[in-house]
């Protein structure tokens, strides 16, 4: 069974026992979190949420809270403006092992 849940403005497709790297979470390493944005559950047979499914919740444990790899935004402009922006930028994000999926 399969789950397309959304978290952090993104979705994902989860199974049990995956380990999906998401947008920061509020939660210490070891707590358990429920996602409730369920968009589809699929399996044997496929329920597509209106647009979300009823009563189907994820739920996972945080396993570590990190910080993603960094990413360079370099703004130059040229001919008669003469100047260069360079910017580093590292997103904080929440590693999560997917523990069940709960259907209606």
């Not at 189907?56 to 003469?82: D, W, Y």
């Amino acid at each position: 069974m399969f789950a397309v849940m959304k978290t952090g403005g993104k979705q994902y497709k989860v199974a049990k026992d995956d380990v999906v790297t998401v947008e920061k979470l509020v939660a210490q390493v070891g707590e358990t979190v429920e996602f409730g944005e369920v968009l589809m559950l699929g399996g044997e047979t496929a329920t597509i949420g209106t647009p979300l499914v009823e009563g189907a919740l994820v739920k996972a444990e945080v396993v570590e809270q990190l910080r993603g790899p960094k990413t360079i935004s370099f703004v130059k402009r040229r001919r008669k403006h003469s100047s260069q922006r360079k910017r580093g930028h590292r997103q904080h994000l929440s590693k999560v092992r997917i523990t069940d999926i709960v259907s209606a």
